[in-house]
């Protein structure tokens, strides 16, 4: 099964080469301080704000570079040995499993830092779980098309803007109705669920396009 081996590889990259993930948590780690430091009382919806945005600029991050290492170090194995949907599927569980793990160090970063009511508990982690999905499918797919060069930036834009805003958006209103005690909030998820079901099928389509092209 290659599956599980090429799951293996994305997790050893990342441990023999530490910096893009302590990247991360520095940045996690900084953003959370500055938000506490300048953000005094915070009402729920900012801090809901907040937190997403911060999110948001978190996923871009862990995203950015998910097949440079491919295209350079392993081209010959990932081109010839290896079916490209087959790869692509095991960077987005890779990565699904990473911005799932650092949404909820996030979660809890504010959570101590810029204390809410109705922050945590099983409901959040019912939300960051399709949440995730659909950011990791986004951002692997762009990452893709952005280790082709330069050239391609622009096919980028015009195409995770249309579903990155509305998921980010469907997000923070689910997430507000958690935080306010709204009964609503289940129902919330289905735009989430919708986006991640379009964000697959287009990947799914355009793979092969990108591949040829």
């Not at 948590?25 to 009402?43: E, I, K, M, T």
């Not at 040995?81 to 499993?97: D, E, N, T």
Request: net charge neutral; glycine share 8%.
């Amino acid at each position: 099964m290659q599956f599980p081996q090429l799951i293996r590889k994305e997790i050893l990259a990342e441990w023999r080469n530490p910096s893009q993930l302590g990247g991360l948590l520095s940045f996690l780690a900084g953003v959370c301080f500055l938000c506490y430091f300048f953000s005094g009382d915070v009402h729920p919806a900012q801090w809901n704000l907040l937190f997403w945005i911060v999110y948001l600029f978190l996923s871009f991050f862990a995203s950015a570079r998910m097949y440079e290492e491919d295209n350079i170090r392993y081209r010959f194995y990932t081109s010839q040995l290896v079916r490209p949907l087959l790869l692509f599927a095991a960077k987005l569980a890779y990565l699904w499993g990473l911005l799932l793990l650092l949404s909820w160090v996030l979660l809890n970063l504010f959570s101590a830092l810029l204390p809410v009511p109705g922050t945590g508990g099983p409901g959040w982690l019912l939300l960051l779980v399709p949440v995730s999905a659909g950011f990791a499918c986004l951002g692997c797919f762009t990452s893709l098309l952005s280790s082709y060069g330069q050239s391609r930036q622009m096919l980028v834009i015009v195409i995770s803007l249309p579903l990155c805003f509305p998921l980010l958006g469907s997000a923070y209103a689910a997430s507000l109705e958690l935080l306010t005690g709204g009964e609503a909030w289940l129902a919330k998820l289905i735009p989430v669920l919708a986006i991640d079901l379009l964000t697959l099928a287009m990947a799914t389509i355009l793979l092969p396009l990108s591949w040829k092209g």
